[in-house]
């Protein structure tokens, strides 16, 4: 089994000197164990800040994965199945089945199983439990979402739109807008080439915002504030843009658009709503399948390059999830 650790603690944006390739030889399963062999691997941002608060340097690189299963010795997951495992950077692990979740053998032919790990997976479920649970967002309303192009903001914007409310969006290139506007979003602009991000959020909505779901953080947040409507809700959903810092931004303080727009800000982690989502996992493959709901995958080949790939998405490189085929 190859694997990739964590060989030194980031400082600051990632380095290739900061991940280190190993091998080594896994014995046979026991009673109730599995041997799984990875077919498509995650890279997704919480893994940055994930780096400090949950790996020693050392440890094997967190991440899931869809694997095969190609040894077992528990029927729950036979020979030939197909899993999402939560056994890191690796191309070969044991599983005691615990951290396991079995794809059925019902999945669509059509579709990639890699889709697990992106819209009809963790992405997707963030963007479904971040609109209906913290924004509890209704028809007609107006919802902003930035890192719009991505894995989480492509579902957030078309859920949206879904639900019949009206979506703008932005993302860090003019292909990911045009690739917004497919997705029918109805203003998208590329926040690194707009001469005023203020003035560009007015024109967008010039009544304001209802929801705004927050993928991104630091300084574009603070010009979103103040044009959320009486009573908007904000979802905290992610901080990209302050990942890599080293040093704790500071400011501004935003507490006056807060009490006098009467506005609720929450942080939430999708596992919050692990209860639903065998249901909501449903929800997301039947928006799919109707056509309702559009993926892309960001594909870089080969196990060799995960930190590569993983580089990439930080610094936008990728169009909808990043996905490493194996
Ligand atoms: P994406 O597929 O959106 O990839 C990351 C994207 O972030 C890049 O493509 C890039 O797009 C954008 N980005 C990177 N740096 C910056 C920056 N400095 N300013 C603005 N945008 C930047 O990732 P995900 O969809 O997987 O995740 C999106 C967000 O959601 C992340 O913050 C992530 O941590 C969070 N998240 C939270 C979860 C939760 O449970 N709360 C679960 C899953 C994700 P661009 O070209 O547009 O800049």
Redesign the pocket.
Known sequence: AKFWILRKHFEGFPKDSDFELKEENLPEPQDGEVLLEAVFLSV???MRPYSRARMKEGDTMLGTQVSRVVQSRNPKYPVGSYVVANCGWRTRSLSDGSDLRLIHSDWPKELPLSLTLGTIG??GL?ALYGLEEICKIKAGETLLV????????SVVGQIAKIKGCRVVG????DE?VSYLKELGFDYAFN??TVSSLKDTLLEAAPQGYDCYFE????E?SSVVLPQMKQFGRIAV?????T?NDTELQTGPYVHGHMIFKQLRME?????QWKHKDHDSIKRLLDWVKEGKLQCREHVTEGFENMPAAFMA??????T???IIKI
């Open positions: 997704d941002p919480y963790m992405p963030t930035n890192a719009a192009a991505g894995a989480v903001g932005c993302a860090g290139s990911k926040y690194k993928n991104v953080g630091g574009f959903c992610g901080s990209i843009a990942y942080g939430f982690l999708v596992f998405m930080l610094k936008g490189a990728n909808g999830k990043a």
